[in-house]
Structure formats: C-alpha cells, structure tokens
C-alpha cells in the first residue's frame, strides 16, 4: 500500500506513518526547490503549517535538523515539507537513539557526527535506510 512520490519519497497507508510529502534532494549544480516543497526559516513554523503529528505521532526529519545541516544546506532545505514524515513516537525514540549511539561504521563518532560529514544527497538516503530498517516503510 504504498505510492512512490518523486525522488525516494514513500507514502504509505495503514502502516502508522506517512510522509508530509517527499524527501528534498536538489539538482546536481543547485536547482530550483521541487514542485510542491514548502521551506521554512524554522521547525516551529514548519509544524505550524502542518499541524500537529497526530496523537502517539512525532514529526521527523529525513535529513536530520542539526546546526551543522542548517547551516551547510539552509534552514528552508531542512525544515521542508519534503524532509519530514509522521512517525510513530516510540519507532521515532528508537531511531533517535541509533542516531545517538556509536557504530561501527561510525569510526568512534556517533551516527549523528559521522552523518554530518555526509552531501545532502547521501544523508536522505541514509535517512530512508535507517527508517527501512527501523520497518517503517515497504
């Protein structure tokens, strides 16, 4: 049940999670944002329009909302209706926790750190990995 929308973007229904809209990945060289992304300056703001999650629901970010990924890829990339999904609260403790741990691809840093060094492009696909793995998804 579940419907491919754009460049790696998921919806699926039934499963206890679905996305805002699809995961922002820019043209080689920049590009113009895809039709249909909103950004926004915040994740207040993002969420205000929105609106809330849902009841046992977290909004989550595909490419993770760190100061190092706002300030590399811009607030509006990061806080976009292409980079964020419903979640289920405890599937979202659960990958914030992986996020948080050491791995052993990681080299000693946390996943989140190791993450950080990665191009955008790479950290939505690691995004929609870990979410795979964590069975959210086909």
């Known amino acids: 049940n579940c419907l491919m929308l754009g460049i790696g973007g998921l919806n699926c ?7 805002a ?4 990945v ?5 590009g113009a944002p895809t039709e249909g992304a909103q950004g926004f300056r915040s994740f207040s ?4 329009a929105l609106g809330p999650a849902g009841p046992g629901q977290h909004w989550h970010h595909i490419v993770q909302q760190t100061p190092g990924n706002l300030g590399k890829f811009g607030a509006e990339t990061i806080h976009n209706t292409q980079n964020v999904m419903r979640l289920d609260a405890g599937v979202h403790q659960q990958i914030s926790g992986f996020y948080s741990s050491i791995q052993p691809f990681t080299s000693g840093q946390t996943v989140r750190q190791w993450l950080s ?3 955008l492009e ?3 696909q690691f995004g929609l990995d870990t979410l795979r793995r964590f069975g959210v998804g086909p």
């Open 13 to 19: 229904g039934g499963a206890g999670w679905s996305m």
């Open 117 to 119: 060094t990665q191009s």
């Open 21 to 24: 809209a699809v995961v922002m």
């Open 45 to 48: 703001s993002l969420k205000n």
């Open 26 to 30: 820019p043209e080689a060289g920049g």
């Open 122 to 124: 790479q950290q939505a």
